[in-house]
């Protein structure tokens, strides 16, 4: 398990889905990873989600959700996320041409193929309430192979996955031998129509590698997200491996194992000290991977402008200020990114438009982003991107009065030199080629 730490803009999130393609299909040229890491998505088999300030262990292991029956009653039921999903797509599985698009099974159709289970359709629904005219909706629910590989170890029927509320007392014992509510039941039509489906190939269903990705893996409380899956990340102690060890899930009270076959990878940008620090306990069960700045990524003559002395300086300067994390990422410095600010500004094909450009970028992207590193202390991005890109207007005259009030001497205001905006009347383009001219 891997998390890529580093400033914004450094490629974490492409090294993560290069590391996800290489974990499952190790041959993979660097010129195919892109096609075969949406394919590896659309298949299931790499999950990516997102962690946000917000983002809970209901979110992500499982948590009540309301869902409408078949009937349209509303029911709260106990709802997988990713994390669960994840390791029931690990442990089953089945041959990626068993199932298909449009296929019917019984009553549904198949909607979405996934590696760990099938989004079915319902051909028509019926509804009490319906109000004339309108269409019939094609209600759609996912049926996970991990379940019905429940239900065949426990040597059920189909039968089973179908019990109205008349079959109340075999209900209420198929229940305590899976640990599914009671009310589970009244929406497991679905399930039953893909188990009788696979009982007729041998209930053929296999452990399949899968790659969770959790892109901003810090921006969420991770103690709160994991809970107590936080013990079952160690390799040694995940599904088979010699200290395996199970935990009950906090909802559905149901033991869980986390498969071997999958893995965990993270992306964690370190400028943010805002962010949720990664505490020693995940800390220990991931490997850091430092993805710093690359140079030799940004073009040295672009429109005239040496862009890589110019983005090498302004990271030399952060370094001297705050070490190594709170860098300037390569991304919005690298060619093919300031083409597409130039056409996206409107800006000529010419060198002219190319220097618009960059300034463009360096107004829109860098100044903000050292702005919000140093609070707003337009002193320090001085100092990192140069004094001549910046004016100072004093106000000593007003240090009498203010000191007559109490106060102390009133700072200088430094603020943006308006002659490198190329959207303003006086922008120099000239002077600003001067600071870092391309070699001839």
């Not at 450094?10 to 996800?20: D, I, L, P, Y």
């Not at 004016?391 to 009498?400: G, Q």
Request: charged residues 25%; proline residues 4%.
């Amino acid at each position: 398990m891997k998390i890529f730490a580093g400033p914004p803009g450094t490629g974490k999130t492409w090294q993560a889905a290069r590391e996800a393609v290489r974990i499952l299909l190790p041959e993979t040229s660097d010129a195919d990873i892109q096609q075969v890491h949406q394919n590896l998505v659309r298949e299931g088999r790499i999950i990516w989600v997102t962690f946000h300030p917000s983002y809970t262990y209901e979110d992500f292991v499982e948590g009540y959700r309301p869902r409408e029956t078949e009937s349209g009653n509303i029911v709260y039921q106990v709802v997988p996320g990713p994390f669960l999903l994840a390791c029931k797509a690990a442990s089953s599985a089945v041959s990626p041409n068993r199932f298909s698009v449009g296929q019917q099974l019984g009553k549904y159709r198949v909607a979405h193929v996934e590696s760990g289970g099938l989004v079915l359709e319902a051909l028509a629904v019926t509804r009490k309430d319906r109000v004339a005219g309108d269409e019939d909706l094609a209600q759609r629910g996912f049926v996970d192979f991990w379940t019905l590989r429940q239900f065949e170890a426990l040597g059920l029927s189909a039968s089973d996955l179908r019990l109205d509320g008349k079959k109340n007392d075999r209900r209420q014992e198929v229940s305590r031998l899976t640990g599914f509510p009671t009310t589970w039941f009244t929406n497991s039509s679905r399930h039953a129509a893909v188990y009788e489906a696979l009982q007729q190939d041998g209930f053929a269903l296999q452990s399949r590698d899968i790659v969770l990705v959790i892109d901003e893996i810090n921006r969420a409380d991770i103690s709160r997200v994991f809970g107590e899956l936080i013990t079952l990340l160690e390799h040694d102690k995940r599904q088979g491996q010699r200290e395996e060890r199970q935990v009950l899930l906090t909802y559905s009270r149901r033991p869980l194992a986390v498969p071997a076959n999958l893995s965990i990878i993270g992306t964690m940008n370190t400028a943010d000290k805002s962010l949720t620090s990664v505490d020693l306990a995940l800390r220990r069960r991931f490997e850091f991977v430092t993805v710093d700045p690359v140079p030799a990524l940004v073009p040295a003559n672009y429109g005239g402008v040496n862009v890589r002395a110019l983005f090498t300086e302004f990271n030399r300067r952060l370094t001297a200020l705050n070490g190594r994390d709170l860098l300037i990422g390569h991304a919005d410095y690298m060619e093919a990114a300031l083409e597409d600010s130039r056409q996206r500004s409107n800006l000529p094909a010419n060198d002219s438009g190319r220097v618009a450009a960059i300034a463009s970028v360096l107004r829109a992207k860098t100044l903000p982003f050292l702005d919000d590193v140093f609070r707003g202390d337009r002193a320090l991005a001085r100092f990192v991107l140069g004094g001549d890109l910046f004016e100072e207007a004093s106000l000593a005259d007003l240090n009498d009065e203010l000191q007559s009030l109490g106060r102390i001497d009133a700072e200088s205001v430094v603020t943006v030199a308006r002659w490198w905006d190329p959207r303003e009347d006086d922008w120099d383009e000239a002077a600003f080629i001067r600071r870092y001219p391309a070699q001839s």
